[in-house]
């Protein structure tokens, strides 16, 4: 592919300008990897398109010659999504960052797919709306459509599918689609749009999507709840959702990540598995879901219940959440970072997060727990050393036990961080026979296989 570059690099420019193009050696690295350990290939050349158009012109040209396309949003996935494992032109679409329009009275946004989620709602707020998902990072809205991210809110008020109503998207052939018209409901043919979400840069690129948005509520109260052991906690967690409190938020955060945010903010939180709570409604209305979630946090052995209400107090509690996964690596120069991320039916959340601590305790394993505990989902952190063979096989091995523990249970490898390239294993044995359909999906839509090669149930094994 090296004698290509140079050809390839110059045609691109030829088809955008020589500012929407770039060989240079640190953006090849940066369009090389995500925020996860995984690693195994790079781009020949990074392209930064400013519009549909511009997307299209690079998508036929990647057409006619065969070339692989990596849509890249601002690389915070976790499962290696965007490592070009095949080389060719990453897409970076983060120019593509304006927001097109606003309609307050249907509850909708239209944005352009760089446009991230904080950037939205914080242009949201003069309207009192906001966009609900919000995964720990500050992601674009194409690369959370594109990975289905949801996040501590979705409890509540669901993932991507759910607050995603339309998508423009170009597909590998270069012609433009819009999935779905802006009616609340349709029985009008296929469900594209959810096809689309969560098909990780391996369908087409995102090039505009209109998605749903909710007013602020009246009054948002958040609670952070302690309790002497992990069991306690997650018990207390699925009582709480188990009884029908609408609770907005509702994460779990092990000892473990408590002591390590005391240490990487200098605070001094208790070092006790706690969870971070937030009720959002009316004023009385939250006032009696607040109570109803005290009584049973206590019943399930809650040590302490305080509330924060001020706005600046909460985002402050919110922050101990978001960044809990950068407290926890700080603690650990040097090491890669591997997510665990099984979602099982709430019932069995216990079983599966009760199964995940005894093993990190059994196995030596350097991990921490955390989890929007409300949906079933939770993530282990860890720390492993991509240098050391034996540590490597030891991760890895751990990881394996959950996902199957979790398969077991009913439940999915992934609840919102995607298959990319960590769990392609695992989809054979989750989805059976349905994995045929999917991959007849893929060629029919892709039959070149130029976009994102090597992901998600993609043949092509990567190596990584
Ligand atoms: C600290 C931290 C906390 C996180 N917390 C959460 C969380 O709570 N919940 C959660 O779900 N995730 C979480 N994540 C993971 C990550 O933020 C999400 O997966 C996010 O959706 C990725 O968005 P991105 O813009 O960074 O996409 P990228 O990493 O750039 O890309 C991800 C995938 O989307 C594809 N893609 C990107 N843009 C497009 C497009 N326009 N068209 C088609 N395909 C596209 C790429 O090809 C790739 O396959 C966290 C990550 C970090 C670092």
């Known amino acids: 592919m ?7 690099a110059d045609d691109l420019v030829q088809l955008l300008s020589p500012g929407q193009v770039s060989t240079g050696e640190s953006i090849l690295e940066q369009h090389s990897h995500d925020e ?24 036929r040209y990647a057409a006619e010659h065969r070339i692989p396309v ?5 690389g915070t996935g976790l499962e290696g999504h965007v490592v070009p494992v095949r080389g060719g032109i990453s897409i970076d679409v983060t120019r593509m960052n304006r927001i097109l329009e606003v309609r307050p009275d249907d509850f909708l946004v239209r944005v352009q797919p760089g446009v991230t989620k904080n950037q ?3 242009a949201l707020k003069r309207y009192g709306l906001f966009f609900p998902v919000d995964p720990g990072s500050d992601a674009s809205l194409g690369g959370m459509a594109a990975t ?22 170009v597909l590998p052939n270069g012609e433009v689609i819009q999935t779905a018209s802006l009616a609340a409901k349709s029985s009008s043919g296929y469900n594209l749009t959810a096809l689309f979400v969560g098909s990780e840069g391996t369908l087409g690129v995102i090039t505009e999507l209109w998605l749903k948005v909710h007013g602020i509520p009246e009054k948002t109260i958040a609670a952070r709840a302690q309790f002497n052991d992990f069991q306690s906690c997650v018990n207390a967690a699925t009582a709480i959702v188990g009884a029908g409190v609408p609770v907005s938020r509702i994460e779990l955060l092990s000892q473990e990540f408590v002591a390590a945010f005391n240490k990487y903010k200098g605070v001094d939180f208790p070092v006790v598995p706690t969870l971070l709570i937030e009720f959002r409604g009316s004023e009385q209305g939250v006032r009696i ?46 090491l890669g970072h591997m997510s665990t991320d099984v979602c099982v039916p709430l019932s069995k959340l216990p079983d599966a997060c009760t199964f995940a601590q005894r093993r990190l305790k059994e196995t030596g ?7 929007h505990v409300g949906d079933g989902n939770f993530h282990v952190s860890i720390a492993l050393d991509t240098n050391d063979h034996a540590d490597l096989q030891r991760v890895h091995a751990y990881n394996e036990e959950i996902v199957h523990h979790a398969l077991k249970l009913g439940g999915t490898c992934t609840g919102e961080h995607g298959v990319g390239l960590g769990k392609m294993k695992y989809q054979a044995l989750e989805h059976g026979p349905a994995l045929a359909v999917m991959r007849a999906i893929k060629a029919a839509i892709d039959p070149l296989h130029i976009m994102n090669p090597g992901k998600l149930i993609d043949e092509v094994q990567a190596a990584h």
């Open 148 to 169: 289905n991210a949801s996040g501590t809110t979705t409890v509540r008020y669901g993932a991507m599918r759910d607050n995603v109503r339309s998508l423009q998207v």
């Open 289 to 334: 879901d607040v109570e109803l979630a005290e009584e049973i946090a206590r019943d399930e052995g809650c040590l302490g219940f305080d509330f924060v209400i001020d706005e600046e107090a909460r985002n402050e509690m919110w922050e101990m959440r978001h960044n809990a996964l950068y407290a926890f690596m700080h603690q650990f120069p040097g």
């Open 2 to 8: 090296s004698t290509a570059i140079p050809t390839l």
């Open 70 to 74: 990596v849509p890249f949003g601002t």
């Open 120 to 122: 939205l709602n914080e």
């Open 365 to 371: 394993v350097r991990g921490a727990i955390v989890g």
């Open 36 to 59: 996860s350990y995984h690693r195994g290939g790079r781009p020949d050349v990074v392209v930064f398109p400013e519009s549909t158009e511009d997307v299209v012109k690079v998508i």
